[in-house]
Structure formats: C-alpha cells, structure tokens
C-alpha cells in the first residue's frame, strides 16, 4: 500500500505537531506586504518577519505546507524528473527555539522511522566549513562519514544579500543507477536525477553585515524544505513528479484530452508534462488572486497559460482545453486547498477568456505563416528565414516550435541559427533598454529566464489585447 500525497501531507504536519510545531495553512502564492518577491517560491518566503524579528510568530515553532511556484525552472519542466514551476514544500521551522541538535536527528526519525525509507538509499550532504552537522550527522545519528559530501557555498550556503544567512545540509535519495546519466563521476551533487535532492535543512546561524563579516546570532533558526512531490515520487516509486498518484491523474487528462499515449515519444511526453505542470501552476495562481496581464505576476500566469496551450496544439489538440483541465486539478487538490473548490468556476472562466485570446494571436500568426509558405512552393527554396520566423515569434507571438512543425509539415526546415541570432540581438538590446533591474536579492528573476515575446506581441496590437478586467 503506497502512501498518496495527500497522505505523506499528513503525516509529515502530524509529526512535527507532535514534536511541539504548531500547523499553520498554506500562505497565498501572493506575497503578502512584500514587494521584493513576485511569488512564493518557499516555505520560508511567507514566514520572514517572523525570522527577521519584525513580527512575533504565533509559536516559536511552526509546520507549513506552503505552495509555491518558481519559474526560473521552467527550462527543466517534464525534462527533469523532479523540477515543477508548480510545486508543495513542506517546513518545519524555529524562530529562536531548536537548532540543529534537534533538526536533524527529527529529519531523519521522520525520513526513516516514521517513512521506513531505507537508509542505504540515502545520502546527506553539509557545507563544507559545517563540522557542527557533521558531528550530529556521524554521532547522534549514526551515519557513516563517506555517505556525508561536503559542498560549497554555491549549493551549501543560504544567503541572500545581507542580513540572516546560514550554511544547509540537504537528504538525498539513490534512485538506482538506471535513473542516471551513467557517468562515472556520477554522485551526489550531479545534476542527473538518479541522486535526487529532497529536503533541505537550512541553519540559520548568522547575521552578515554590509561589510561582509559574519556574526554568529544568539538565536539561531531553523528553516527547512522538503518538496511534497519529491517525497512521494520516492514513496510511490515512480518515474518523476509528474508520475505522482493526484499528479498523474492530471497528466492522464491530458492524454485523453489530447488523444496520445504516454510513454511512446520522448517529444510527447514532455509535451505532456509541461501541460501537467503549467495548469497545476496557472490553477493555484488564479485561485490566488493573479489575473493574466503584461506585467509581473499577471505576466507570469499568462506565459505560463500560453505555453501549456502552445504545447496542446504541438499534441495536435483543437480550441481550448486549459479551463477544462483546470477541473481536474481542482479536485485532487481541493482537500488541502478548499478556496480551489469554492472558486472553481471562476477559475475555470479566466482561463478559458485567456486561451480564447492566445487562439486569436495563433489564427494571425498561421495565417501570415501560410502566406510565407505558398511563396517557398513557388520558389526552389527549402528554409524559410530565421528573419520571417523571428517575425512571427516577435511582431505577432507565433511561437517559434510551431512554425518549425508547421514548416517542416509542409516540407521545409527554417532557419534556427538565424532565427537564434535575431532573438539575441533582442534580448540585448531589451537588456540595456531595461537597465539592471535586479537587486532586491528576493526576487525569483523572472524577467531573465522568460523571454518577451508575449509582451512585444501586445505592443503590436495595441487596444483589444490590453489587461483583461475580469
Ligand atoms: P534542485 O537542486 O533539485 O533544483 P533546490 O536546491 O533548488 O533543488 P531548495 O531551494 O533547496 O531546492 O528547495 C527545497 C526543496 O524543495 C528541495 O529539496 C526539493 O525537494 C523541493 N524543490 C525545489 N525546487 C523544486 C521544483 N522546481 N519542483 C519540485 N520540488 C522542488
Ligand atoms: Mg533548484
Ligand atoms: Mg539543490
Ligand atoms: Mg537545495
């Protein structure tokens, strides 16, 4: 009997209920007073007046499912086994109480007495400098030094500008050699998905200072993260997130709504993912308030709608689907998240409006791309431009991979390298546009990792494809 993710939710609030943490509910995705981040993107994200002083927590100590979303792992989404943009992280966390003596010997009475996961699958890594965690790790826990790898600040270290920072140790979970890359120097830290990462212990210990220095706090806190479908890829022995029991009952919508198999094609089962992943995303940011728009988060949703569509049609699905799907997701997580439920209808009623908007920029788009094709037929080129291509993609939002799928239906290849050098000739010049932006060391960087084609399109149309005031 495999544990369900709602199930593994539980157990993991129950048992640090019962070592004294008081439960709270999931915080909108919105951050709430907080300007510096566009979304939550951690368990933590919420609970920062709490960790800086600036407000007084209800308990000293706190259990969370937090729901979160990060884009800058869009790339990875339905390629990796274990990235979503939309995922749950679980917390346990101490303002000023416990430190490390009792995180980590909790983690792993949870991972290993309370789960029953076997410890030889797991690994544990530190921060280099952290012989603090090592000595818990080797003597009050009992593991053996060589499964303990010690990483640097890069992957080990949690700061952000100034202010309370602190080394991590995280737990690994082998997921056998045939989850790997195959490499030899393959071990944990390598970026394959056989070693995957699933909870993160991060010790607050320090305060670091405009100049650099680092001063040990008095009270320390505990933050910790563990993804709830990272967990239960591991407990139900499944392939990726996407495989996951109330995960997999989107994902198999997907494939009768689109009338493909899973696991046939490589290409189609990411299809699949990405759709699976983006309407759980998109579902959880409208019941949160994020209505699709040009900027910030409304931006956000918008990209993330349009792509889930854009991957509908590369499965040859017709009209929209988005809203249907928005359903499902609805209900196999409307028991954590009852607000689903209650809104459902207007959920599904935003979506819908925007995937109507999206198939109108697709019937420009075909239609201008048509015409670039009946020209080829009657000239002896094979390529279309990577000039037109870039066109479509920037004046009218014609996603490139489906001029290429179009084109090459039609017998002919477009030109990516040209196409490619136009998008960076773009983004630079976005780039110096826009000035450097960055700073607020909260934010998820959104802007870096998604590209503006959908915001140029809209310059373009002007008025009938502004905001959407629903
Ligand atoms: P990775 O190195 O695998 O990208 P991470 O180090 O970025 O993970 P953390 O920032 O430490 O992740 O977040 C804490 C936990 O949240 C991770 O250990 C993992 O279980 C989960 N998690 C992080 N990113 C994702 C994601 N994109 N999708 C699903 N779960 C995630
Ligand atoms: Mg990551
Ligand atoms: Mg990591
Ligand atoms: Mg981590």
Sequence with gaps: QKLGLNELRERYLSFFESKGHLRLPSFPLVPQNDASLLLINSGMAPLKPYFTGKEEPPRKRVTTCQKCIRTPDIENVGKTARHGT???????????????????????????????????????????????AFEIWTKSVGIPAEKIVRMGKKDNFWEIGTGPCGPCSEIYFDRGEDKGCGSPDCKVGCDCDRYIEFWNLVFTQFNRDDEGNYTRLANPNIDTGMGLERLACIMQDVNNLFEVDTVRNVLNNVCSIAEVKYGENNKTDVSIRVITDHIRSTTMM???????????????????????????KLLGVEGQFLYNLAMVVINESKEAYPELFEKAEYIQKVIKIEEEKFQHTIDQGLAILNGYISDLKSSSDKVLSGDKAFKLHDTFGFPFDLT????????????????????????????????????AGWDDNIYSTLDKSIKTEFLGYGSFECDSNI
């Excluded at 699709?292 to 349009?306: A, D, F, H, I, M």
């Excluded at 010049?429 to 700073?439: C, E, L, S, T």
């Design 86 to 132: 939309f995922f749950e992280m679980l917390g346990n966390f101490s303002f000023g109480d416990y430190f490390k003596n009792e995180a980590i010997p909790w983690a792993w009475e949870f991972v290993t007495k309370d789960l029953k996961i076997p410890v030889e699958r797991l690994w544990v890594s530190i921060y280099e400098d952290d012989d603090e």
């Design 286 to 312: 409208v019941s949160d308030g994020v209505i699709p728009s040009n900027e910030g988060r409304g931006y956000v949703l918008r990209r993330l709608l349009r792509r889930a569509a854009r991957h509908g």
């Design 404 to 439: 290429r799928e179009i084109a090459e239906e039609n017998g002919f290849s477009v030109n990516e390298e040209e196409f490619r050098a136009e998008m960076e000739k773009q983004k630079t010049a976005a780039k110096i546009a826009q000035g450097n932006k960055d700073g």
